[in-house]
Structure formats: structure tokens, C-alpha cells
T-cell receptor
Framework: EPEVTQTPSHQVTQMGQEVILRCVPI?????FYWYRQILGQKVEFLVS????????KSEIFDDQFSVERPDGSNFTLKIRSTKLEDSAMYFC???????????FGQGTRLTVV | KQEVTQIPAALSVPEGENLVLNCSFT??????LQWFRQDPGKGLTSLLL?????REQTSGRLNASLDKSSGRSTLYIAASQPGDSATYLC??????????FGTGTRLTVIP
């Protein structure tokens, strides 16, 4: 069964460093998303991406964040200068379009030290 | 802003029992509602999706209902098993192109 895959599963980085989280959405899906979940808190929306551009973003998604779909398969989230409060589980999700069911990856646990 | 709440926050039941998890949302203008399962430290597995025009969806031992006008959904799990132990999340999609998640219910099924 097709699935959303995320790499790495766990990343530790020093405060101020740049990180890139990678996702491979399901191949025939059209809408792509990043969410995050700080330990013990709700899953929160960061950004949605459609037709090679951002369609919506939350207040969390400030200038230190960016997304890219550099080729036909990968979808990346870049955090330019990480802060301690960026430590969280980051989830990528995709939706086909015709069917509205969202499919999530296994997540990348980001730890900023 | 849409707020999604789930009650109870945690639930512990003996194996074999039927149970109901509750989800409420403040803005009834939703497109759909989706139930997910999350195992500790893992991703989200989609269980059921209910469109705004539907009243319920079933998959195996799971049945989800939706009452859009009152802003409520329930997830019914029949004949619970230890493997059902996980956190269950509901999420609603509104006019914005994203999901609003609830706080989750942590379910423990005791063998």
C-alpha cells in the first residue's frame, strides 16, 4: 500500500543550525502539508502546498521556515536557524485531491540542543 | 478559530468491552472529519473519514458518527483488544486548507 515516507526519523541539531526535513508523498497526490507536534501537545498545522506554491500557512510558519518541492517526488521543510522551541515531531501529509483523506508519514523527531 | 476537544483524555478498559470516544468542535462549517490512531512516538494512521454530508462510516470494528449541527463526532470501538491501545485523534477540515486536531484520547485495553 502506498505510504508517505519521511527522513530522517530522528535528527539532533545545535541551536542556530539549519535543518532540512524530507518527505516523499504518495505519488499521485496533489496536496502536501507539514504539521508539527510538540511533546504532549496537539498536532498543529504549519503549511500547505499545491501546484508548486504555498496555499496556506499558519502563524507558526514564519520567515525561518520554507518549503520546496525540488523534483517530482520530494517535499522538504527547511528551518533556517533552529531554536530550542522548534524541538518537536514534524509530520508530512498528502491528499490526493479527488479523495479528501489525509495520509501522514511516520514523522521526523527534531531535537534542538 | 476552530477548536477541537476530545473527551475523555484517557480511558482504560478491560479487553472485550465496547467503548465510545468523543470529539467536539466549535465551528460546524466543516468539510470532513477524520479519525486517526497514533502509537507512542509514531505517525498518524488514518482510521475513518466522514464527509460533511455523511452521518457515519464503518470499518471493521470501528464506527464513526458525525452530527455536524451539534459539532460532535463519536468513534465506537467494538470488542476492544489490547492491540487497540493507542492515542486516538480526531481532526476536522474547514474552509481553510488544513486539519484542526483535537487533544486526543489515550486508550489502554487491559488483557
Amino acid at each position: 500500500e502506498p505510504e508517505v515516507t519521511q527522513t530522517p526519523s530522528h535528527q539532533v541539531t545545535q541551536m542556530g543550525q539549519e535543518v532540512i526535513l524530507r518527505c516523499v508523498p504518495i505519488s499521485n497526490h496533489l496536496y502536501f502539508y507539514w504539521y508539527r507536534q510538540i511533546l504532549g501537545q496537539k498536532v498543529e498545522f504549519l503549511v500547505s502546498f499545491y501546484n508548486n506554491e504555498i496555499s496556506e500557512k499558519s502563524e507558526i510558519f514564519d520567515d525561518q521556515f520554507s518549503v520546496e518541492r525540488p523534483d517530482g517526488s520530494n517535499f522538504t521543510l527547511k528551518i533556517r536557524s533552529t531554536k530550542l522551541e522548534d524541538s518537536a515531531m514534524y509530520f508530512c501529509a498528502s491528499i490526493r485531491g479527488a479523495r479528501p483523506e489525509a495520509f501522514f508519514g511516520q514523522g521526523t523527531r527534531l531535537t534542538v540542543v | 478559530k476552530q477548536e477541537v476537544t476530545q473527551i475523555p483524555a484517557a480511558l482504560s478498559v478491560p479487553e472485550g468491552e465496547n467503548l465510545v470516544l468523543n470529539c467536539s468542535f466549535t465551528d460546524s462549517a466543516i468539510y470532513n472529519l477524520q479519525w486517526f490512531r497514533q502509537d507512542p512516538g509514531k505517525g498518524l494512521t488514518s482510521l475513518l473519514l466522514i464527509q460533511s454530508s455523511q452521518r457515519e462510516q464503518t470499518s471493521g470494528r470501528l464506527n464513526a458518527s458525525l452530527d455536524k449541527s451539534s459539532g460532535r463526532s463519536t468513534l465506537y470501538i467494538a470488542a476492544s483488544q489490547p492491540g487497540d491501545s493507542a492515542t486516538y485523534l480526531c481532526a476536522v477540515k474547514t474552509g481553510a486548507n488544513n486539519l484542526f486536531f483535537g487533544t486526543g484520547t489515550r486508550l489502554t485495553v487491559i488483557p
